[in-house]
């Protein structure tokens, strides 16, 4: 392992035998097989596979979402599902940014409110939550979106949406994001100029970095590439990528 591959810390992300199965009509058909993933500190590591291998059903599970039918989620050494409701609402809070293909951003809010929106949900209020408002407008600022922070998502293009989507998600700085094809709903050039905004942050803040893609170009640009098929992370597909 190379010097700059090597984990740094303990892993802020543990997966272990994870399974979860969807009742369809009057049959339950099981989507996660017993997944287990690491994704180690500081790293940007990217899943990759088919349509259909249960990359979503996965991610909704890490990102406290949905609930497996067996397995653990470890986040930042606590065992997630094993917490009360509340608790586990704080520590998706304190620890998980969460981007989604379709950006997911409420839209009776300005982009400034969207990407505040955080911060409220972690209960900040009065003079806390203001100075998180300035900090979004910053984040929005450096994004490009100086001119665009009363605009409600309907105003906004695609790659302005996924900005603010990013915004919202790293604003409380969280030692974790999850994207899932964060760039599916894009043009080629916006979804490149998205990617580089997201990295240059990751590169500031040293975030780990989960990131579901179908992008080869992309998995370059990853320190390790892990392949999911048909629920199950495959054994050997583990490629650490020289950067
Ligand atoms: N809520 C659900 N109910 C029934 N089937 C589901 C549900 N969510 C996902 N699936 C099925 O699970 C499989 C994996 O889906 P998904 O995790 O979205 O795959 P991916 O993100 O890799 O494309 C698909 O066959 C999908 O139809
Ligand atoms: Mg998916």
Redo the contacts with the bound molecule.
């Keep these: 392992m190379s010097e700059s591959s090597r984990p740094k810390g303990p892993s802020p992300l543990v997966v272990r035998g994870v399974r979860r199965s969807?009742?369809?009509g009057e049959r339950r058909?099981e989507?996660l097989h017993g997944v287990d993933l690491d994704l180690h500190d500081g790293e940007r590591l990217c899943l990759m596979?088919?349509?259909?291998?249960?990359?979503?059903?996965?991610?909704?599970v890490i990102g406290l979402l949905d609930r497996p039918d067996e397995g653990s989620v470890q986040i930042m050494g606590t065992e997630a599902w094993a917490q009360s409701a509340p608790a586990r609402a704080r520590l998706r809070n304190r620890s998980l940014g969460f981007v989604f293909q379709f950006y997911h951003l409420l839209p009776e809010l300005s982009a400034l409110e969207n990407a505040t929106l955080t911060a409220r949900l972690a209960g900040l209020r009065g003079g806390a939550l203001s100075a998180q408002r300035d900090r979004a407008a910053e984040i929005l600022r450096r994004f490009g979106l100086s001119e665009r922070l009363g605009h409600r998502p309907g105003r906004l293009s695609g790659g302005e949406q996924q900005r603010v989507a990013i915004a919202r998600a790293l604003l409380l700085d969280p030692p974790i994001l999850v994207a899932?094809e964060p760039t599916g709903n894009l043009d080629r050039a916006t979804g490149e100029r998205v990617l580089e905004l997201l990295f240059e942050e990751q590169e500031r803040r040293a975030f780990s970095l989960l990131l579901?893609t179908h992008d080869e170009r992309l998995a370059q640009r990853c320190s390790r590439v892990v392949y999911?098929e048909d629920?199950l992370i495959q054994a050997d597909s583990t490629t650490p990528i020289p950067h």
Excluded at 49 to 60: E, P
């Design positions: 969807f009742k369809v058909i989507i596979g088919a349509s259909g291998a249960g990359k979503t059903t996965l991610l909704n899932d579901v999911m629920g």
